[in-house]
């Protein structure tokens, strides 16, 4: 069975600063895909990056940087110079994939960690 | 892409009511999911379907829910004699399905709401 724990409930930084939302997650399966997703006060769901299992380089979009270790099944999420829209809770993702790849599709998801970012 | 759009949005019910939601993917996707995300929780999968075929149910999805997606298209999510325990935010998704596309993009959500 797959799990995803995000054990920070809620985060409180102030504007500018780097914040560091942790994921931890379960599976048996290989191969996998992992997600964050953020979803402002709208209530939206937003895509924000997507990774695969088997490639562990860890990149940098933006503000936006990712680093993925299969050795301790982390994939943590860092916000550089944080903004106040910013403000949002964050949702950790893990889909499961067949042989070839593909992913099952179906999402489980982390309790989401609560980013409030102070002006 | 007008992204995926969910119908009604808001949605307030008496308990033993039937409800029925909305859901129109991206136009291009092949793949739908519903999930339901109750306060202070994450999503939760409840099904999905590539094209017009429903691939998987949670078990979250008890006899008094159904899931159709009849043309592939759009799908509908109906719930039964509705109990105040459904209370939530229904949020549909779509994708490709395809390797290196296979991110799913979210709908608003129908917040539904049973006295």
Same mark, same amino acid.
């Given at each position: 069975?797959?799990? #995803? ?8 930084? #102030? ?7 942790? +994921?931890?997650?379960?599976? /048996? ?16 769901? #937003? !895509? ?14 933006? /503000? ?10 982390? !994939? ?14 964050? !949702? +950790? ?27 | ?6 119908? @009604? ?10 409800? $029925? ?19 202070? %929780? ?11 075929? %429903? ?14 997606? @009849? ?8 719930? %039964?004699? $509705? ?29 539904? $709401?049973?006295?």
């Amino acid at each position: 069975a797959q799990k #995803v724990t995000q054990a920070q409930t809620e985060i409180s930084v #102030v504007e500018k600063e780097d914040v560091t939302l942790d +994921c931890v997650y379960e599976t /048996r399966d290989t191969t996998y895909y992992l997600f964050w997703y953020k979803q402002p006060p709208s209530g939206e769901l #937003v !895509f924000l990056i997507r990774r695969n299992s088997f490639d562990e380089q860890n990149e940098i979009s933006g /503000r936006y940087s990712w680093n993925f270790q299969k050795s301790t099944s982390s !994939f943590n999420f860092t916000i550089t110079a944080s903004q106040v829209v910013d403000s949002a809770v964050y !949702f +950790c993702a893990l889909s499961e994939a067949n042989a070839g790849g593909t992913s099952y599709g179906k999402l489980t998801f982390g309790q989401g960690t609560i980013l409030t970012v102070h002006p | 892409d007008t992204g995926v759009s969910q119908n @009604p949005r808001h949605k307030i019910t008496k308990r033993g009511q039937n409800v $029925t939601f909305r859901c129109d993917p991206i136009s291009e996707h092949n793949r739908l999911y519903w999930y339901r995300q109750t306060l202070g %929780q994450g999503p939760e999968f409840l099904t999905y379907f590539q094209n017009e075929a %429903q691939l998987e149910k949670s078990r979250l999805l008890s006899d008094r829910f159904s899931a159709e997606r @009849p043309k592939g298209s759009f799908s509908t999510l109906e719930i %039964q004699r $509705t109990e105040q325990g459904d209370s939530a935010m229904y949020l549909c998704a779509s994708s490709f399905g395809r390797e290196g596309r296979n991110e799913q993009f979210f709908g608003p959500g129908t917040r539904l $709401t049973v006295l």
